[in-house]
């Protein structure tokens, strides 16, 4: 075993002795020594409950023969950290949580993992981990949060706040109302609602082949999320007896799966940047011309929210993920020979399961679009790429013209909107919030749900070198590549230029000739900021482009 390193041998008598001063006994440590990776804390709504997801597991691990030893990774939680400083500690944690990770097991020997994630950068920071220190592991997360019924019929998510601030600063909404969506819209604990950052991740980490079926989709306070962590805790036991590992899973053909999957969901924007990170550390290739590639042939069946008016709790009642999995194969969509963390086949666990009825899930014969939910754009704006929610972008904003109104942050365009300065047809763009100019690319649902709560997402186009919520909808534009900090283009872009947007084109466009772009950057210099400290300053000079996967190189 792994743990042999630490435990086993005449020379390990001190080793064990300290494990012994824990309290565990002889029997105890010669089993295998199994991590409990958790990211609890009483911070995150999502994570709020990992304590008792985290003893099912361990009971689980308990049952099949193993010795669970739990620790602990930190976490942020986006919706909390969204809309000021705090936003750009969110991406930079998920390096952090991968490395602190391979910290605790390179140095304590264990024989297998399994990682309890929920909220967006710890899933894919996790899976990272998996992926580096690449021994047995398997996910189970803590899952999403239940959606409650607005007193106008309509089901609510945390996006349901945030548009309700922009509703109340237009004068659409007044006070009281602005509190019953905060009282109501996040009823208890787990990642929120809808098909948001957290949760496409947990659910790609099923198509990835990397947790049992229903982790991404059964609620966090149902007794079957409790069931699933005990069947993970004894299924991590079974994985460590085949030594079936990580690198055996995370293949380039589980990616193009997981992509397939991604475009059928309507998955975040923000699934593609951890995709790229996670097939960094596996030493495959990904590219954003893949996705379009994919996007192209894969038809869309899914509208949760924000796309549309169903969660989480919809899709898991038709089937979950594997049932969209089951779709899709239909038609050959996806890969089926692959190896899972169940020990069987993709083919193997999928079959015979379909949608229970075609309301949540479309058939493949009559989806949505016959596109993805995704696209990849590139042009004189995005001369390596930017990424777009296409399936929450309504149908008028698939191709836009405007005139460019320009921010060099975050607070400075929130500011504007706020006050009514956007009118319809303007494109908003957002500059110097990408990984290294940011520092951290900070997400944009503030910005883009006081539009939508303006009822302006239909008429205004917002573009950024930071990111977006899985929350957003809209014609939102973001992971614009080179960033501004870097030189790209979207640095020289003035007040009042006409930028194109054609969505089922693929393209965005400056309407500026390279002559007068050429002369622009030799009389704009680019901005820096000086008060960038600590773990940031060193992140801001590490990290790689949005279109790398904003990984440190």
């Not at 993970?232 to 036991?237: D, H, V």
């Not at 998955?267 to 590219?287: G, P, Q, R, V």
């Not at 996705?291 to 949760?304: D, G, Q, R």
């Amino acid at each position: 075993m792994n743990s042999d390193r630490v435990k086993s041998g005449a020379e390990r008598a001190p080793q064990r002795s300290l494990l012994k001063a824990m309290g565990y006994t002889d029997n105890e440590i010669k089993k295998p020594l199994i991590g409990i990776v958790n990211s609890f804390n009483e911070v995150i709504p999502g994570h709020i409950h990992l304590e008792k997801i985290a003893r099912a597991v361990k009971d689980g691990v308990l049952a099949a023969g193993g010795t669970p030893m739990e620790f602990n990774t930190i976490g942020v939680c986006d919706g909390l950290a969204m809309g000021h400083i705090g936003m750009k500690y969110s991406l930079v944690t998920r390096e952090l949580i991968a490395d602190s990770v391979e910290c605790m097991v390179r140095a304590h020997g264990f024989d297998g993992l399994v990682f309890i994630p929920n909220c967006d950068k710890i899933v894919p920071g996790m899976l990272m981990a998996a992926a580096r220190v690449n021994i047995p592991s398997i996910f189970v997360s803590g899952g999403p949060m239940l959606s409650n019924c607005s007193d106008e019929g309509k089901y609510m998510d945390l996006n349901s706040v945030f548009e309700a601030v922009g509703a109340y600063k237009n004068g659409t909404i007044d006070e009281d109302r602005l509190k019953y969506y905060e009282e109501n819209a996040c009823p208890g604990c787990g990642s929120c609602s809808g098909m948001f950052t957290a949760n496409s991740m947990n659910c790609l980490c099923e198509v990835l082949g990397m947790a049992l079926g229903g982790n991404g989709t059964i609620p966090a306070v149902h007794a079957a999320r409790i069931r699933l962590a005990k069947t993970t805790g004894e299924q991590i036991l079974k994985l460590v007896k085949s030594n079936i590992r990580p690198l055996d899973i995370l293949t380039d053909r589980s990616f193009k799966n997981a992509l397939t999957v991604d475009m059928a969901l309507g998955c975040s924007t923000n699934s593609a940047l951890h995709l790229a990170a996670i097939a960094h550390e596996a030493k495959i290739d990904f590219n954003l011309h893949m996705i379009n590639e994919i996007s192209e042939k894969t038809p869309n069946l899914c509208h949760l929210a924000p796309a549309g008016h169903h969660h989480m709790q919809d899709l898991n009642e038709v089937g979950g993920v594997y049932a969209v999995m089951g779709e899709l194969c239909k038609k050959g969509y996806l890969d089926t020979s692959l190896m899972t963390v169940t020990g069987k086949t993709v083919k193997q666990n999928i079959e015979g399961i379909l949608p229970r009825n075609y309301n949540v899930i479309k058939s493949v014969d009559q989806p949505y679009s016959k596109t993805g939910g995704l696209a990849v754009l590139f042009g004189s704006l995005a001369p390596d790429g930017a990424i777009v929610k296409r399936s929450a972008v309504a149908s008028e904003m698939q191709k836009h013209t405007g005139p460019a109104k320009v921010f060099d942050s975050e607070e400075e365009a929130i500011k504007v909107i706020y006050e009514g300065g956007i009118v319809p047809g303007d494109v908003v763009v957002i500059r110097y919030e990408g990984p290294a100019g940011g520092p951290g690319m900070r997400e944009m649902l503030s910005p883009t749900s006081a539009i939508a709560g303006m009822g302006l997402d239909k008429e205004v186009a917002l573009i950024t070198d930071g990111r977006f919520s899985g929350a957003t909808r809209g014609a939102a534009i973001g992971h614009v590549s080179p960033e501004a900090k870097n030189g790209g283009n979207i640095a020289y872009v003035k007040n009042g230029d006409m930028i194109t947007i054609d969505i089922p084109n693929y393209t965005i466009t400056l309407e500026v000739s390279p002559e007068e772009l050429e002369e622009r950057k030799k009389t704009m210099p680019l901005k820096e900021k000086t008060d960038i400290t600590g773990y940031l300053k060193r992140y801001s000079q590490m990290v790689s482009s949005a279109d790398k996967g904003a990984v440190i190189e």
